[in-house]
C-alpha cells in the first residue's frame, strides 16, 4: 500500500472535529492526546522535551515508514532522564501553527522544567501563502516570539533550532544553503531573547557536505521501487528524511543541546551508539498531530450501545475513533467491519472487570432470520474486522451455558473473532469455554498480526485458535477445570499458513488452572476442512507453566499428527514445565528470531511493543518512569 500522507487541509479538518469533541462534558485540551497515562497534567517525576515544527521534525505513522522527522528519533539517544513529546505538523509554519490553536495545546501541557523546541522555517519561506507566509525581520520573530513567551510563562525552557538544511548541491558538489534570511533571523532572535539556539542549519549544511551528492540519499527519503511496502513506487524527495537521516540529524540537535549545557549532563547517553534506527524506532499508528474523533458509549452518554457507536463512524475515516465504554455490562453482538479501520474501545472503569461487552450465541444457535445457524465464527459476541483496531481495560465474553444445553450438537461459542492486522489488546480479559478467542485473518495464506499485552483468555478447549500471527505477552492464560481426572482440554488450535512463518508467541506469560495436574494440553493443530497447509505454529517461552499442563504438552487432532506441526517450548519455569523427548525445545542459537519483534514486524516493519515506552514519541506521559 502506498505510504498515506496527510494533507493540511486533512489535519485541519481533524483539528475541527476534535475542537466540536472538546466541547463535550468531561473533556479537556488533555483528552485531544494518545496517552500512556489517563492524565498528563499530574506532576511528572521527569521532564518531556516537547518538539514543534514542521515536516523535517514531526513523527511520522506506521503507513509511512520509513519517513521520519528528526524529533521521532531524538527518543533513541535519551538516557532515563527525560522523554520526548513531538507535537510538529508537517506543512505547518510559526504562523500556521500557532492560528490553527496547535500552539496553545501544546503550551497547556508543559509543566515547569519541561522543555520546547521550537523548529519553524521551511514554510514560513512561502510567503505567497497568506495562511503561512511569514516575513524574516517582522512576523517570523513575532511569531516565534509567541513560542517563547508562552514556555516560560508555564515554566518551561524555549529553545529555538533553525532549520536543517535540504538536499542541495551545485554542480561543483557543494552544500547549498535553502533558507534565504530565515536562520538568521532565529540568531538574531535567540540572542535579543536570551534563548538557548541549536543552529542546525550550520551544522546539518556541514554534515550533508561531508557526505556529498550520493552519500546524502542514504538520509533523505531515497528509496529504490519494493524496497519499502510503504513506498512500492520507490521515492526521490530531497527534504524529508528516512530513518537513518532522522537520526543523523537529532544527533546534531542532541550535540548541541549537550555541548551548549542547554540540558543538564547525562540527557543523551547515546549520542555515538550504533542504534539502528528501523527496529528501535516506534512509528505510532497515526501521527500525534492527527487527533481522534471520541465517542462516549453508556447510560446518559451519546450512544446507548457500542455497536450503535461503530455505526456512526463513517467508512474509510482517516483518524482515528475513540470510543469511550461506560462501566456497565452491554449484552450485544458488536461488529466492527473491514472498511472501518483505526477504531478504539477504551473502558472508563477502573478495571477490565468493570465494562463488559457479553453476548451468547453458540455454533449451534439458530440465526434469528431462520436462515442456518451462526455457526464457529458467526458466534462472536464481538467481531473486529477492521484494521489497525485498539482495545484497553475491558472485557470481552461469551456466557453460552454448555450445561444448560446439552442437546445441542455444536456449543462452540467464540468471545472474540478478530481479523484486523495490526491490532492491539491492553489490559483486556477474554472469557469463554471452547473456542474462546479466535485469531484469524482475512483468508488462508494472509497474515493478520495481533498483539496482546498484559491479557487474561481463559476457555477449556482450543480457546484460542486460528491462522492469525498473535503475540502473548505478560499475559495470563487460564485453562479451566473441566473436572476430568485425564483431560481438561487444549490451550491452543493453530492453523498457520505454511507459508507464514510466525503463529503464536507466548512471552513471559502465566499458564495457570485449578484443574488437575497433568491434564491439559498446549495444543493440537488445526487443519480445516483437511487443509494440508494450515500448520500451526506455537512457540511458548519464558513462561511459568503450572501443573496442569500435560507432560506430553502437544497431542493429534483430525488425523493429523502433532510432531508435523510447529510446536515448541523454549526456557520456561513452573511445575508444569519440562524438557523431555515428546517436548520439542527451540534451540538456543534460533531464540533471537522468534520475539515479539520478529513476530509482529511483518513486511511492514510494524512494532506495537515500543509503544508507550521512551522510544514513543507520541504520547505525552504523565510520569516517566526512571
Known amino acids: 500500500m502506498a505510504a498515506v500522507l496527510p494533507s493540511r487541509r486533512r489535519v485541519l479538518s481533524s483539528l475541527a472535529l476534535t475542537a466540536g469533541a472538546l466541547a463535550l462534558p468531561g473533556q479537556g485540551v488533555a483528552n485531544a492526546f494518545p496517552q500512556a497515562d489517563p492524565d498528563p497534567a499530574k506532576p511528572r517525576t521527569r521532564p518531556v522535551i516537547f518538539?514543534?515544527?514542521?515536516?523535517?521534525s514531526s513523527a511520522y505513522q506506521q503507513?509511512?515508514?520509513?519517513?521520519?522527522?528528526?524529533?521521532?528519533?531524538?527518543?533513541?539517544?535519551?538516557g532515563p532522564q527525560s522523554a520526548v513529546f513531538d507535537y510538529a505538523w508537517s506543512g505547518a509554519s510559526s504562523k500556521s501553527f500557532a492560528d490553527a490553536g496547535l500552539l496553545d495545546r501544546v503550551l497547556a501541557l508543559i509543566q515547569p522544567g519541561d522543555y520546547l523546541l521550537v523548529s519553524f522555517g521551511h514554510n514560513d519561506e512561502k510567503v505567497a501563502d497568506p495562511a503561512r507566509g511569514t516575513l524574516?525581520?517582522?512576523?517570523?520573530?513575532?511569531?516565534?516570539?509567541?513560542?517563547?513567551?508562552?514556555a516560560r510563562a508555564?515554566?518551561?525552557?524555549?529553545?529555538?533550532?533553525?532549520?536543517?538544511?535540504?538536499?542541495?548541491?551545485?554542480?561543483?558538489?557543494?552544500a547549498q544553503g535553502s533558507h534565504g534570511a530565515y536562520p538568521q533571523a532565529v540568531r538574531e532572535l535567540a540572542a535579543s531573547t536570551g534563548t538557548p539556539l541549536v543552529d542546525l542549519t550550520a551544522s546539518s549544511k556541514e554534515l550533508w557536505q561531508r557526505l556529498g551528492p550520493e552519500g546524502t540519499k542514504s538520509q533523505f527519503l531515497f528509496l529504490a521501487p519494493g524496497e519499502h511496502p510503504q513506498y512500492p513506487h520507490g521515492s526521490e524527495d530531497n527534504?524529508?528524511?528516512?530513518?537513518?537521516?532522522?537520526?543523523?540529524?537529532?544527533?546534531?540537535?542532541?550535540?548541541?543541546?549537550?555541548?551548549?549545557?542547554i540540558v543538564p549532563p547525562g540527557y543523551f547517553l547515546n549520542i555515538n551508539a550504533g542504534t539502528d534506527p528501523l527496529p528501535g524506532m516506534y512509528w505510532p499508528a497515526e501521527r500525534p498531530v492527527d487527533l481522534p474523533v471520541t465517542l462516549d458509549v453508556g447510560p446518559g452518554q451519546a450512544f446507548a450501545t457500542v455497536q450503535s457507536a461503530v455505526d456512526s463512524v463513517p467508512p474509510g475515516r482517516p483518524q482515528r475513533t475513540v470510543i469511550r465504554i461506560s462501566p456497565g455490562t452491554y449484552r450485544e453482538a458488536v461488529r466492527v467491519p473491514a472498511d472501518k479501520p483505526r477504531i478504539s474501545f477504551i473502558g472508563q472503569g477502573g478495571r477490565p472487570e468493570d465494562v463488559v461487552l457479553v453476548f451468547?450465541?453458540?455454533?449451534?444457535?439458530?440465526?434469528?432470520?431462520?436462515?442456518?445457524?451462526?455457526?464457529?465464527?458467526?458466534?462472536?459476541?464481538?467481531?473486529?474486522?477492521?484494521?489497525?483496531?485498539?482495545?484497553?481495560?475491558l472485557t470481552i465474553s461469551n456466557d453460552f451455558d454448555e450445561a444448560a444445553n446439552q442437546g445441542m450438537k455444536d456449543r462452540q461459542?467464540?468471545?472474540?473473532?478478530?481479523?484486523?492486522?495490526?491490532s492491539v489488546l491492553a489490559g483486556v480479559r477474554v472469557l469463554g469455554n471452547q473456542d474462546t478467542l479466535l485469531v484469524n485473518s482475512p483468508g488462508a495464506g494472509v497474515q493478520a498480526r495481533f498483539y496482546f499485552d498484559n491479557c487474561y483468555?481463559?476457555?477449556d478447549v482450543d480457546f484460542i485458535f486460528g491462522r492469525g500471527t498473535a503475540v502473548f505477552s505478560g499475559c495470563e492464560i487460564k485453562s479451566l477445570n473441566r473436572g476430568s481426572a485425564t483431560n481438561n482440554g487444549y490451550v491452543t488450535a493453530g492453523s498457520l499458513d505454511l507459508a507464514i512463518k510466525h503463529g503464536y508467541l507466548f512471552d513471559r506469560c502465566r499458564l495457570v488452572s485449578d484443574a488437575a495436574a497433568n491434564t491439559v494440553h498446549l495444543g493440537r493443530p488445526w487443519h480445516p476442512s483437511g487443509d494440508p497447509r494450515a500448520v500451526a505454529q506455537v512457540l511458548v517461552r519464558d513462561s511459568w507453566l503450572g501443573a496442569h499442563i500435560s507432560g506430553m504438552p502437544w497431542t493429534d487432532m483430525s488425523g493429523f499428527s502433532w510432531r508435523e506441526a510447529r510446536f515448541h517450548e523454549y526456557n520456561n519455569r513452573g511445575p508444569g514445565a519440562q524438557v523431555t523427548a515428546d517436548r520439542p525445545q527451540l534451540p538456543a542459537n534460533e531464540a533471537g528470531n522468534h520475539t515479539v519483534r520478529t513476530y509482529l514486524q511483518g513486511t511492514d516493519g510494524w512494532a506495537p511493543q515500543l509503544g508507550g515506552t521512551l522510544a514513543d514519541c507520541s504520547v505525552v506521559p504523565s510520569k516517566v518512569a526512571a
Not at 518538539?51 to 523535517?56: A, E, F, K, L
Open 413 to 422: 461459542a467464540v468471545a472474540l473473532h478478530i481479523t484486523a492486522d495490526r
Open 136 to 150: 524574516p525581520g517582522s512576523t517570523y520573530k513575532a511569531y516565534l516570539s509567541r513560542y517563547i513567551d508562552g
Open 360 to 393: 451468547n450465541n453458540a455454533s449451534g444457535t439458530p440465526k434469528p432470520d431462520g436462515n442456518g445457524n451462526f455457526g464457529t465464527s458467526g458466534s462472536a459476541s464481538v467481531r473486529i474486522d477492521g484494521p489497525d483496531f485498539v482495545a484497553r481495560n
Open 63 to 78: 503507513s509511512e515508514r520509513p519517513r521520519a522527522g528528526w524529533g521521532q528519533a531524538l527518543p533513541l539517544l535519551l
Open 239 to 261: 527534504t524529508h528524511f528516512q530513518a537513518a537521516g532522522a537520526l543523523a540529524v537529532a544527533r546534531l540537535v542532541a550535540r548541541e543541546l549537550q555541548s551548549k549545557e
Open 51 to 56: 518538539v514543534v515544527g514542521d515536516s523535517t
Open 457 to 459: 483468555v481463559e476457555g
Open 154 to 174: 508555564r515554566g518551561g525552557k524555549p529553545v529555538l533550532v533553525t532549520s536543517v538544511e535540504r538536499r542541495r548541491f551545485d554542480s561543483f558538489g557543494n
